[in-house]
């Protein structure tokens, strides 16, 4: 493959979350769809017209076949990725795979270990590690800018009407929405922000009674992460407010850094200032950015080797961390990582 010729992404999926990674796509020289995939005719066909040439498929065995491709971008709900990557890894292409990897821990595992077996890439769509504002916490965090972090509150307080047209609809119906679509992204940034791993967790996730969601929609963490780092964590998807009201602040020995508003908005105090002063971060447009940058750093792998960023095999620490967290609202018992990352198989 020549590193002058666009790289060719077989798209699979073409819902909500697929619009937006083909916008991205469309913007940049260096990446072509080979082929679209989706089981529904009418999302094929609008995608047929805005695209003419690009093949389409109804299926991903013959889209495989049919196209000469670089790698794969699924973009499918999660209950049919272990099929699909079975698939992509058969075909000996590199997986850029929407989260949650699966819904199932033993399904997570087993794709990590085909792609590992396939000696093939497999990076997992986190895109929000690559919002300015994330990076930024990142870098004060880990230059103690304010002093070492010794607590977090993060809260992640929305009324999401999931009946919405342009929404996905099976989180409506999906056992722990809350937990394996939405605050997987914000403990999987608590995890790479904080750069530390989360030792123990105890947690309580439920369902308000006015919720639309047909299981649990609130979740509610408390972390403990290497070096004695303690995280309160709050998400819901249904607020009693229809107003979004976010903040992610951390707590440090010499002052605080407070993110005020969902993707931006960062300040910082010391601990005798009698205001927060804000931080200039570049202008962004999440969901589109990030993702464009996720995408550079999965191409960069491909062609030239760099570091692969949001592998398979860190994300199973996220969604372990899900899975030990549903595990610890079930046992009413604070779970320890390590062990539940042993019992699972997952190695570091
Ligand atoms: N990273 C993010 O910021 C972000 C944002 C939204 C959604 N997502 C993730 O993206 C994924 C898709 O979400 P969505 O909102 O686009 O869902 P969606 O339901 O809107 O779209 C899914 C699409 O996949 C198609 N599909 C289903 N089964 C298929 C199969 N076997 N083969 C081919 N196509 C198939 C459906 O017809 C549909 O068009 C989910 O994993 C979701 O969590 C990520």
Redesign the pocket.
Same mark, same amino acid.
């Not at 929404?167 to 099976?170: A, S, T, V």
């Given at each position: 493959m020549s590193t002058n010729s666009p790289f060719r992404l077989l798209h699979? &999926?073409? &819902? #909500?979350?697929?619009r937006?990674w083909s916008e991205v796509m469309d913007k940049r020289s260096d990446v072509v769809p080979s082929g679209y995939?989706?089981?529904?005719p009418e999302?094929l066909a609008l995608f047929e017209e805005s695209h003419l040439g690009v093949p389409i498929f109804t299926e991903?065995s013959m889209a495989l076949a049919e196209t000469q491709s670089d790698a794969v971008l699924l973009? *499918? $709900? $999660?209950d049919?990725h272990l099929d699909?990557a079975r698939l992509v890894f058969g075909a000996g292409l590199p997986l850029l795979s %929407? /989260? $949650?990897l699966t819904l199932d821990m033993a399904e997570g595992v087993e794709i990590v270990r085909m792609a590992a077996d396939a000696n093939l890439p497999l990076m997992v769509?986190? #895109?929000?590690r690559y919002l300015p504002v994330s990076r930024k916490i990142k870098e004060m965090v880990s230059q103690e800018t304010v002093g070492a972090p010794g607590f977090g509150l993060f809260a992640y307080l929305r009324n999401r009407d999931g009946m919405q047209p342009w929404? #996905? /609809?099976?989180p409506l119906t999906m056992q722990h929405p809350m937990m394996l %679509?939405q605050s997987i992204?914000h403990l999987d940034l608590i995890r790479y922000c904080y750069g530390r791993e989360v030792e123990k967790v105890s947690c309580r996730t439920w369902n308000p009674s006015w919720s639309m969601y047909r299981h649990d929609a609130n979740v509610s963490c408390l972390l403990t992460l290497e070096g004695g780092l303690e995280v309160n964590y709050i998400g819901t998807w249904t607020g009693g407010w229809n107003q979004m009201q976010f903040q992610w602040r951390t707590d440090c020995a010499d002052g605080v850094i407070v993110q005020r508003q969902l993707f931006e908005d960062l300040a910082y105090a010391r601990t005798k200032d009698e205001a927060l002063t804000d931080i200039a971060l570049p202008d962004f447009k999440a969901?589109y950015d990030d *993702?464009d940058a996720l995408l550079t750093s999965f191409i960069s792998h491909v062609r030239t080797g760099s570091e692969l960023e949001c592998s398979g095999l860190d994300h199973l620490r996220t969604l372990g961390l899900c899975f030990a967290a549903i595990e610890s609202s079930e046992t009413g018992k604070a779970v320890i990582m390590d062990e539940f990352y042993a019992r699972h198989d997952i190695g570091s």
């Open positions: 699979v &999926g073409l &819902g #909500n979350r697929g937006m995939v989706d089981v529904s999302r991903l973009v *499918t $709900p $999660p049919g699909q %929407e /989260k $949650p769509g986190l #895109n929000f929404l #996905n /609809k099976y %679509e992204h969901f *993702t």
